[in-house]
C-alpha cells in the first residue's frame, strides 16, 4: 500500500479516519458537558427579607396571632406552595393551585344544632391565667457595730477673741497737713480756699521746705511739703494720692503750672505748705519784675495762694540754674526746717534736715556775695537727724538781697571739701551733670541784719 502524495486517490479513503475522528470527538464533548452538569450546584433562589422599622411586641403578637390547626399530613412547602422550593416558576404554580381547587370536594361547614350558627374549626384556646408573682422574701441585714454606733458629737467653731492690746493702723493721707514737708506728685487738682497760721515744726521723718520770708504771716519756722515715699503703684506722674486734701490738690496743680511754665533763667518757683492747709509760693530770683510777670503766670485764677518774692544778687544765679537741672524740680525731696528766716549778725542759723536717711549730703551755704561755704564741719547728728547750727555775721553795710541755705542729697558724695570758698559759677559748673540729675535738693533763704 502506497501512501505517498502522489499515488491516485481512492474513493472512500478519508471517509474512515474521518469517522472515526467525529465520534472521538462527540464522545470527549458529551463526557465533558455531563461532569460539569454534576458538578456545578443548583442555584438556589435567595429569600426576600423585609425590613421594618415598627417594633415587635411580643406579647400582643401571641395574643392576636390566628393559630390554626389541620387534620392530616401536610407537606411542607415553599412560600409559592411549591414543594420542590423555589424551582418551579410562578405561572405553573399558580395554574396548579386553582386545578386541585376545582378537584377538590367542598366540605359541609358544621352548624351549631341550637342556634344554627356556623362553627368555626378551630379551637379556641384557653390562655392560663397569670400567677401573682411570689416575693422572694428579704433578708433583713444586721446592723453592723459602724452603723449602731452614735454620730461623734459636732465640734462648734471656735471665735477668736480679739485681742485689746492691739489695733490695726488706720490708713493715713500721703500728705498730711500739720507740717511743710516735700511736695508729691498728685492726680486731679483745684485750689480751695484756707486760712490760719503756718506752723512749721514738722516730725523729722518727713520732707520740709524753704520758709516764706516775706509772708505778712508768722514764721517762725519754714519747711517744705513733705510725703513719705508712696507705694510702686502710686509713683509716676499724675498718680492720685489717697485722701488728698485740698492743700495736696491745689499744690499738685502749681506743680504742673511751674513744669509748663517757661521760667525766666536765674528764677526758682517752689510751693510752700503749711499745716493748717495754707499753700505759698515762693519765687526766687535776682529780678524782681521778672519774679512779678512769672508769679502773675502761675497763679492765674489762683488768688487763695500766698506769694512770696525773695530776691537774691545776681552772683548767687550758678545756684538756682543748677536746681532746675534736677528731675524732681520744682517738688523737693528733702526736708528743711529753718528755726529762723530773719538772723542778726554775730547770731547762729539753725536749721533741721529731715528724709535724707540713706543719701550722701552736702550742705552749702551761698551768701550774697556769691561765695560757697561747705558747712560739714557745722553739721552734727542729733537722734538720727542732721543739724545745722553755724555762726554768720555780715560785714558792711546790710542788704535786701538775702542768703541761700542748700541741701544735695545723691547715691554718692559730691566731694566739694574742696571747692569751699569758690563763687557759685565755679562750683556748681564743676558738679557732674548725671548726679545732678538725679539728686534730691532742699533750699530756702534767710536774711542776716
Same mark, same amino acid.
Given at each position: ?30 463526557? +465533558? ?42 407537606? *411542607? ?5 411549591? &414543594? ?8 405553573? %404554580? ?37 400567677? *401573682? ?14 452603723? $449602731? ?19 490695726? &493702723? ?23 480756699? +484756707?486760712?490760719? *497760721? ?21 514764721l ?40 509748663? %511754665? ?29 519774679? *512779678?510777670a ?18 537774691v544778687?545776681?552772683r548767687?544765679?550758678?545756684? !538756682? ?18 528755726a %529762723?528766716?530773719?538772723v ?20 552749702? !551755704? ?13 553739721? $552734727? ?16 553795710d ?15 558724695? +559730691?566731694?566739694?571739701t ?8 565755679e562750683?556748681?559748673?564743676? !558738679? ?18
Amino acid at each position: 500500500m502506497n501512501f505517498l502524495p502522489y499515488d491516485r486517490i481512492r474513493p472512500g479513503q478519508w471517509a474512515l479516519p474521518f469517522t472515526g475522528s467525529l465520534l472521538f470527538h462527540g464522545a470527549a464533548l458529551l463526557l +465533558f458537558s455531563t461532569a460539569s452538569l454534576a458538578i456545578i450546584p443548583p442555584k438556589e433562589e435567595e429569600p426576600e427579607l423585609l425590613i421594618s422599622l415598627e417594633i415587635l411586641d411580643l406579647e400582643s403578637f401571641g395574643e392576636t396571632a390566628p393559630i390554626a390547626e389541620k387534620s392530616g399530613n401536610i407537606p *411542607d412547602t415553599g412560600e409559592d406552595g411549591n &414543594p420542590d422550593g423555589a424551582l418551579t416558576p410562578p405561572e405553573e %404554580s399558580a395554574i396548579e393551585e386553582s386545578v386541585a381547587e376545582q378537584a377538590a370536594p367542598e366540605e359541609p361547614t358544621p352548624e351549631d344544632p341550637v342556634t344554627g350558627d356556623p362553627v368555626s374549626e378551630t379551637p379556641e384556646i384557653e390562655e392560663p391565667e397569670a400567677e *401573682d408573682p411570689v416575693e422572694a422574701p428579704v433578708e433583713e441585714i444586721a446592723d453592723t457595730p459602724e452603723d $449602731t454606733a452614735e454620730p461623734p458629737p459636732a465640734v462648734a467653731p471656735e471665735i477668736a477673741v480679739p485681742l485689746s492690746g492691739l489695733s490695726l &493702723p488706720t490708713e493715713q493721707s500721703l500728705v498730711q497737713d500739720n507740717f511743710v514737708s516735700p511736695l508729691a506728685e498728685t492726680g486731679g487738682f483745684a485750689p480751695s480756699p +484756707f486760712s490760719g *497760721d503756718i506752723s512749721l515744726e514738722a516730725p523729722d521723718s518727713l520732707f520740709t521746705q524753704p520758709p516764706l520770708p516775706d509772708s505778712p504771716l508768722a514764721l517762725a519756722a519754714l519747711e517744705p511739703p513733705s510725703v513719705p515715699a508712696p507705694a510702686a503703684s502710686l509713683t509716676g506722674p499724675g498718680a492720685p494720692l489717697a485722701n488728698a486734701s485740698a492743700a495736696d490738690l491745689t499744690i499738685g496743680q502749681l506743680l504742673i503750672r511751674i513744669r509748663t %511754665s517757661e521760667a525766666p533763667r536765674c528764677t526758682l518757683a517752689l510751693p510752700r505748705r503749711g499745716t493748717d492747709g495754707q499753700v505759698g509760693l515762693s519765687l526766687i530770683g535776682a529780678d524782681r519784675a521778672a519774679l *512779678d510777670a512769672y508769679g502773675a503766670e502761675i497763679l492765674a485764677g489762683m488768688d487763695t495762694v500766698q506769694r512770696v518774692r525773695e530776691e537774691v544778687d545776681p552772683r548767687q544765679c550758678a545756684a !538756682l540754674d543748677a536746681l532746675t537741672l534736677t528731675e524732681s524740680y520744682p517738688a523737693a525731696r528733702i526736708g528743711f526746717s529753718l528755726a %529762723s528766716t530773719s538772723v542778726q549778725s554775730g547770731d547762729t542759723v539753725e536749721a533741721r534736715i529731715s528724709g535724707a536717711g540713706g543719701l550722701d549730703i552736702a550742705v552749702l !551755704l551761698i551768701d550774697d556775695n556769691g561765695v560757697v561755704q561747705d558747712l560739714a564741719r557745722f553739721t $552734727t547728728i542729733e537722734d538720727g537727724v542732721p543739724v545745722i547750727s553755724a555762726p554768720v555775721a555780715r560785714v558792711g553795710d546790710g542788704r535786701e538781697t538775702r542768703q541761700i541755705l542748700m541741701v544735695l542729697g545723691g547715691d554718692g558724695p +559730691f566731694d566739694l571739701t574742696d571747692m569751699d570758698g569758690r563763687t557759685a559759677e565755679e562750683v556748681f559748673s564743676s !558738679l557732674d551733670r548725671d548726679q545732678l540729675r538725679q539728686s534730691a535738693f532742699a533750699m530756702a533763704s534767710f536774711d542776716v541784719r
